[in-house]
């Protein structure tokens, strides 16, 4: 049933990606990767509030669903196209950021280490391991690595942790605000599906985010 309903919401035409998940037999969440153009805030707003509306009654119409519109969650729907006299956009395939490691050090003192590559370089960060908020952890240390990078200032608005259920595998979903070189602002959500560990889960969630917007750059 959930695949069906994946690929209504998938015929809509700035869709596209959709996964629902569900905890138990209740519906949980819907995710959805959009291609929507958005100049201003006010304009962004008012695309995602149109875009949900559509979701949540196409759902209705071809599956009698009755969604709580909360449930709908629109990632990576605000990219804009990069000035072409400010940054120049990325030809070679190797100019996406990739995980080199990303792992908890527990000596002398508990730490989350990860390290990043891109193109010929390595960029190391660390970060103080709280085992109460392990995902916060591990994004701070990713920032320390990405932030000397000269691909723009990330900072973390939110991460979330959804453990594993029968739905779907373990589930970090991270919102991080990037300022390029311009001091453009543009707030980026990722998600990544794992049964690897926390650390790792955590860094490709934050990837899946920037890694849409750096990779227009050099």
């Not at 006010?42 to 669903?65: C, M, P």
């Not at 009755?66 to 605000?78: E, F, P, T």
Request: hydrophobic share 40%; aromatic share 6%.
């Amino acid at each position: 049933m959930s695949k069906d309903a994946e690929k209504t919401v998938l015929s809509l035409p700035e869709v596209k990606a959709c996964r629902i998940f569900y905890q138990g037999d209740e519906l949980e969440q819907i995710y959805v990767s959009a291609d929507i153009s958005a100049t201003s805030p006010t304009e962004r707003l008012q695309s995602i509030k149109s875009l949900v509306r559509s979701i949540v009654g196409v759902l209705a119409l071809e599956h009698d669903w009755n969604i709580d519109y909360r449930k709908v969650k629109i990632v990576d729907s605000l990219e804009t196209e990069p000035s072409s006299s400010s940054l120049e956009p990325v030809e070679q395939p190797n100019s996406r950021i990739r995980i080199m490691a990303a792992y908890i050090r527990y000596l002398p003192e508990p730490k989350v280490s990860v390290e990043l590559g891109l193109n010929d370089s390595t960029y190391a960060g660390h970060a103080p391991y709280n085992a109460a908020e392990p995902a916060r952890s591990a994004v701070e240390a990713f920032l320390e690595a990405f932030n000397p990078m000269d691909l723009g200032q990330a900072s973390l608005i939110f991460v979330n942790q959804l453990p594993e259920s029968l739905s779907h595998s373990r589930l970090v979903i991270v919102k991080l605000r990037l300022i390029d070189a311009n001091n453009q602002e543009t707030e980026l959500l990722g998600i990544a599906e794992s049964k690897q560990d926390l650390m790792l889960c955590t860094v490709r969630a934050c990837l899946s985010a920037l890694n849409r917007k750096i990779a227009w750059y050099r």
